[in-house]
């Protein structure tokens, strides 16, 4: 992401500006931040002093800092987990979920329903699933039962 250009005091890519900005793309809680130039040229290269570069504050470049040159344009992007995962996870499991019992049609454990029923506590896309019995936590897979999904 990128809001603001050196032209002014400086570079400012502040997690505050960025959040009004990007308010879709900015999460609530970043753990990392990585800068880089707009233009390519490596930070070493740039040879620019930050004022702040951290996932907190963001990334600060004030021109009055420089001894040679201005600021260069620097973009941002952050580290950002699922906030059910706490904050230093990128990927976990959600708890067991057993909403049917299978006493009519079946054992309906349907992903539609478990959204529905436990707001925000499963992810836009899941990657895994992992079933077993609710009795002894015997694998689906070991039951020798037939699953129609
Ligand atoms: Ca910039
Ligand atoms: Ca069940």
């Known amino acids: 992401m990128d809001c603001d250009n050196p ?6 890519e502040t997690i505050s500006n960025l959040k009004n900005y990007f308010p879709k ?23 620019n002093v930050f004022y702040a570069n951290d996932h907190i504050t963001g990334l600060i470049c004030k021109n009055a ?32 979920y057993d909403r049917d019992n299978p006493s009519a049609t079946g054992d309906w454990e349907l992903l539609k329903n478990l959204r529905k029923e436990n707001p925000n506590e499963i992810c836009a896309n899941p990657i895994a699933i992992e079933s077993q019995t609710v009795d002894k936590d015997t694998p689906a897979s070991v039951t020798g039962q037939d699953f129609l999904q």
């Open 25 to 47: 793309d900015m999460c609530p809680n970043p753990t990392a931040i990585e800068v880089a130039t707009v233009d390519g040229i490596s930070l070493a290269d740039a040879g």
């Open 65 to 96: 800092d420089q001894k040679k040159c201005f600021c260069r344009d620097y973009k941002v992007r952050f580290v950002c987990y699922p906030p059910f995962c706490g904050n230093q996870k990128p990927l976990c499991w959600t708890k067991w």
């Open 7 to 12: 032209t002014g005091t400086g570079d400012s």
